[in-house]
């Protein structure tokens, strides 16, 4: 199982990617510079958050049109796994490998801060071994999050379970407060209908280690755990047993 | 051939909410007693040179362009091009 982690220019979360998937889980990641990926060899690419390009024209945009996103639509049409954190989410609606559009927070400013979310739906790649209604604690740091879409192609993902994630308070209600910038029915995930291209605005990588977060939780572990179920073939191990 | 002037403007459609452009309206423009401006929004703006056969080529090139390289998101964003000046001969 190898999974690419692609640089671009103005990436900063990739080293802490590559840092969990192969310190706290013992995998084959390679950090793979944008101009130079080969989809060949790879079971998995992860698209890291930062700001690529400076966000020029708009957030992922210039990114999406990369040598590397063929690739990277390649390994979607085959079913790999396909996952953008934060500014890779931001690339993946811009490369239209998922629906709708990430545009200024409401608030107007960054926000960087722990959330609760509620995970929806466990048919993706990175939700795979959650319980659906699960609440998780993960941080978020962004500017273009609020997630849009035509509202009929929201009923639309709902109905098949591609809303993956959900802000939500304390007691895992999605209410306005809970929302940190105006997402249309919070909405902090989601995935395609195959479930194995996903985007997500928190960053599971800065939530991985107990030691790094303020309640002591290690739930972006699970998300990458939930990858490598699905890379293998998607045996779930909750459940009956 | 000549060269064009033209320009883009990229503007959240009326379903995505554009807090900058209430944000703007409100704390500024009626902050600053001009009560009598409503429904400002914001976009982005962008001007180039292009080279063509004629004004109408010009946008054809222009709009072409917005769409296969995805200048604008077309699920939230509405895109203008207008041709500004009429052509003056290009560098070459």
Not at chain 1, 40 to 65: E, N, Q, V
Not at chain 2, 12 to 37: C, F, Q, V, W
Not at chain 2, 42 to 55: C, I
Request: charged share 25%.
């Amino acid at each position: 199982m190898r999974i690419a982690v692609l640089n671009f220019p103005g990436s900063n979360c990739e080293l802490d990617t590559i840092y969990v998937l192969r310190r706290l889980l013992n995998l084959d990641a390679e950090l793979v510079w944008h101009e130079a990926f080969d989809r060949s060899g790879y079971d998995a690419a992860i698209l890291p958050g930062g700001f690529s390009y400076g966000d020029y024209l708009r957030a992922g945009t210039i990114a999406a049109h990369s040598p590397a996103m063929k690739h990277v639509r390649a390994m979607a049409d085959e079913g790999k796994p396909v996952i953008g954190i934060c500014n890779g989410f931001q690339m993946l609606t811009e490369a239209g490998l998922l629906p709708g559009a990430l545009l200024r927070n409401e608030g107007l400013s960054f926000v960087c801060r722990w959330v609760s979310l509620r995970v929806e739906s466990n048919r993706s790649a990175l939700t795979w071994l959650l319980p659906k209604g699960a609440i998780i604690r993960l941080p978020i740091a962004h500017a273009e999050g609020r997630y849009v879409n035509e509202r009929r192609a929201i009923r639309e993902l709902w109905r098949n379970g591609q809303v993956i994630l959900t802000y939500v308070d304390e007691l895992g209600n999605p209410t306005p407060d809970a929302n940190p910038n105006g997402s249309m029915d919070n909405i902090a995930g989601i995935c395609n209908e195959r479930g194995n291209v996903v985007g997500l605005m928190p960053h599971p990588e800065r939530g991985a280690e107990g030691v790094l977060s303020p309640f002591g939780s290690e739930d972006g572990l699970m998300l990458f755990e939930s990858l490598l179920y699905f890379m293998n073939g998607g045996d779930r191990i909750c459940g009956a047993g | 051939m000549r060269e064009y002037l033209v320009e883009v403007i990229i503007q959240n459609k009326e379903m995505a909410k554009d807090p900058e452009g209430e944000t703007i309206e409100r704390d500024l423009i009626h902050r600053g007693g001009y009560d009598s401006i409503r429904a400002v929004r914001s976009g982005k703006y962008l001007r180039m040179l292009v080279k063509a056969d004629g004004p109408e080529r010009a946008r054809e090139i222009v709009v072409k362009m917005c769409n296969e390289l995805r200048l604008f998101n077309p699920v939230v964003h509405s895109c203008s091009v207008k041709v500004r000046a009429s052509g003056r001969k290009g560098g070459d």
